[in-house]
């Protein structure tokens, strides 16, 4: 069972501009959260704050139903240097093996990261170098990573950013599964379309968390054009809401 997570006056600000403000909110354990709002609304500050990446004020509790779990984390793009001859496979086992990469992989460690090369439909490109990948490609391989450690909880910001139908397809199934297993997700996402299939529970965040829901209740016309517009309308104060409007 995935936990849950709760939110206690969490604030957040870089310089002068206030990103995240007065946020009282809970995400349920074992379910799929959305987060969706415009751009610049501060979705990626909040889960970089509830990974514990970024310096915020107030508390975030990660409330794991038993013992301490596993946690996957899929970023908005894939970090290396391109000229690196890495592979795939390379690039998978990065975190899993405390011996140089040079060293020879254990064959078990091999074979797992095959596994789930093999869920996200990357199998055969294993020996491939990353940097020959397309964006799409590499955001596949970046879930197969967050999946290498079976997580509790998986965080995904904008995980299919990207790539083709085939693996947005790929995504949403292990999605699913994943749900169905109880594990909790926490997604970021801009894709309405793609968020009613996901089906999860919606929190829309701007600054703070100013709607929530089931996907009926929150992605109904006039709200998706309110929402989505809230921030154009209430954001003409800071410097850097500025900057993101004329964006
Ligand atoms: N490290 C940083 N230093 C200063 N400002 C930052 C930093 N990271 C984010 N910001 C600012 O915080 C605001 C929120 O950014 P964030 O990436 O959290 O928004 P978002 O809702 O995820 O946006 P998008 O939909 O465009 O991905 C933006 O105005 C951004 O410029």
Redesign the pocket.
């Given at each position: 069972m995935g936990p849950s997570i709760e939110l206690r006056n969490v604030g957040l600000t870089?310089?002068e501009?206030v990103?995240l403000q007065d946020i009282n909110h809970s995400f349920t354990a074992g379910e799929c959260h959305i987060v969706m709002?415009?751009?610049?609304?501060?979705?990626?500050?909040?889960?970089?704050s509830i990974l514990g990446l970024?310096p915020f004020t107030g508390e975030i509790d990660i409330q794991w139903p038993e013992s301490k779990g596993k946690l996957g984390y899929v970023p908005?793009k894939a970090m290396f240097e391109g000229s690196l001859p890495l592979t795939v496979m390379d690039f998978i086992l990065l975190n899993q093996s405390s011996s140089p990469l040079f060293w020879r992989q254990s064959a078990k460690n091999k074979a797992r990261a095959l596994t789930q090369l093999e869920r996200v439909g990357m199998a055969s490109r294993a020996d491939r170098r990353m940097g020959q990948l397309s964006g799409g490609e590499q955001q596949r391989v970046l879930f197969a990573q967050a999946l290498l450690d079976d997580p509790q909880l998986l965080v995904l910001?904008?995980p299919t950013t990207g790539m083709d139908e085939q693996g947005v397809r790929y995504l949403e199934s292990l999605i699913h599964e994943l749900v169905a297993d109880n594990r909790t997700i926490l997604a970021?996402h801009?894709d309405v379309t793609a968020v009613r299939r996901l089906d999860g529970h919606v929190h829309v965040?701007n600054r703070s968390v100013i709607d929530n829901g089931s996907v009926a209740e929150v992605l109904v016309p006039e709200k998706i054009e309110r929402l989505f517009n809230h921030y154009t309308a209430a954001s003409s104060t800071t410097e850097?809401?500025n900057?993101?409007e004329v964006a």
């Amino acid at each position: 069972m995935g936990p849950s997570i709760e939110l206690r006056n969490v604030g957040l600000t870089y310089g002068e501009n206030v990103i995240l403000q007065d946020i009282n909110h809970s995400f349920t354990a074992g379910e799929c959260h959305i987060v969706m709002g415009p751009n610049g609304g501060g979705k990626t500050s909040l889960l970089r704050s509830i990974l514990g990446l970024t310096p915020f004020t107030g508390e975030i509790d990660i409330q794991w139903p038993e013992s301490k779990g596993k946690l996957g984390y899929v970023p908005q793009k894939a970090m290396f240097e391109g000229s690196l001859p890495l592979t795939v496979m390379d690039f998978i086992l990065l975190n899993q093996s405390s011996s140089p990469l040079f060293w020879r992989q254990s064959a078990k460690n091999k074979a797992r990261a095959l596994t789930q090369l093999e869920r996200v439909g990357m199998a055969s490109r294993a020996d491939r170098r990353m940097g020959q990948l397309s964006g799409g490609e590499q955001q596949r391989v970046l879930f197969a990573q967050a999946l290498l450690d079976d997580p509790q909880l998986l965080v995904l910001d904008e995980p299919t950013t990207g790539m083709d139908e085939q693996g947005v397809r790929y995504l949403e199934s292990l999605i699913h599964e994943l749900v169905a297993d109880n594990r909790t997700i926490l997604a970021v996402h801009h894709d309405v379309t793609a968020v009613r299939r996901l089906d999860g529970h919606v929190h829309v965040v701007n600054r703070s968390v100013i709607d929530n829901g089931s996907v009926a209740e929150v992605l109904v016309p006039e709200k998706i054009e309110r929402l989505f517009n809230h921030y154009t309308a209430a954001s003409s104060t800071t410097e850097s809401n500025n900057k993101k409007e004329v964006a």
